[in-house]
């Protein structure tokens, strides 16, 4: 493969998948050392080395099979498609530190190495690659047979979101409300997911209704899914019919809430920072929306792992708030590109929020020049909790 230099090595992460395979898989792999596979579904990782070889089994023999642990170096720089960290709350088991790749991701085999003497775990090593094989297909095709993934609906959902697939992810949503009993723990949640992808859709009617769904199920629960299925609500009822007094109300209601929460629940106040920063901002007092959205991005910048797609979110607001407190056009270009830079690494660069990055880059850098353009505001591009 191509030599990538020093500089680019910084942005490498390991992580890993234990598997049983078939010996006739791990032959094929064998076979195709240094050549490009992808795998045709969504691929569950691990940030934990231990977790992973859990696994694979330990070692443990089974007949026709063999223990694997796949570790996988992905390249911030070159890789293709979107991945996503999730959160303790995002999947089921919190400990396992699960990453999660996009269909039809790249990698190249780099080496396959047979397990030392006492030690049965096969390592097959692969790194992230941005070029597409055309012969790489009878080999992701024979792999899909071999090892299938197990994401449930509801982490698909997640993950879609995350990379702009809205109605997809409001496919799988719904798929899972239909298999969920109203008393089940994520019930609610899913009709709080619903309600934001509707809103983002300008469906307000439809998306208060999953709203208020969320905290009809959440209620008495004490959970952050009720606390924020009720400021979307508050939220919803603004953007549908825009009032002065009301946004007076919804920003009592969010600082409020904000300081009664404790510093575990980080998604929650970013979430909340930024749509106080939204509320000042409709209200017209850039400034104060500025500070919040500050608050919001420092927040975010220090919880690990860094949640690139909110962050992009609120580089963008940073930037409309500077735009519009006038003559702050550098400040603005700079939110702005930073906004570009994040979201690409999250949704690639045909995502529609993308497009809508560029035009507000072109568009502060043509006030710089003197040459008025339109900025491009969208209302999804300040975020829903």
Known sequence: SKERSESDKEHIEKVYRGKYLACSTLQKLIDNEGALISFNDFLSTTKDKDVAMVYAGGGATRPGQESVLF?????????????????????????????????????????????????????????????????????????????PQTSTLLTLGIFLTKIGQVDKAEKYYRMLLNELQTEHEDYGYVCNQLGCLLYDKKHYSLAKDYFENAMRYTKGTKTETYIVAKINHKLVQLDSQYCPTLLDDQLETLEVTLKSLSSEHTDLQTAILNNIGRAYHQLGNHPEAINSYEKARDLLKETK???????????????????????????????????????????????????????????????????????KNKKNDNSFI
């Open 305 to 375: 792992p860094v949640d690139l797609g909110t962050l992009s979110v609120v580089y963008n607001n940073l930037g409309a708030a500077e735009y519009l407190k006038g003559h702050s056009y550098t400040e603005a270009l700079k939110y702005f590109t930073l906004a570009h830079d994040s979201g690409v690494m999250v949704w690639g660069s045909s995502s529609p929020l993308i497009k809508d990055y560029l035009q507000n880059m072109a568009t502060t850098q043509g006030k710089l020049e003197n040459k008025p353009k339109r900025l």
């Open 71 to 147: 570790e996988l170096h992905m390249d911030r720089t070159i890789i293709t498609k979107p991945f996503l960290k999730l959160t303790p709350k995002e999947t089921k088991v919190p400990a396992e530190a699960e990453v999660l790749f996009s269909i039809g991701t790249v990698w190249r085999i780099r080496k396959v190495v047979k397990p030392p003497e006492g030690n049965n775990i096969w390592l097959i090593v692969l790194e992230s690659s941005k070029y597409q094989d055309p012969n790489a297909s009878e080999l992701t095709d024979f792999l899909k047979q071999e090892i």
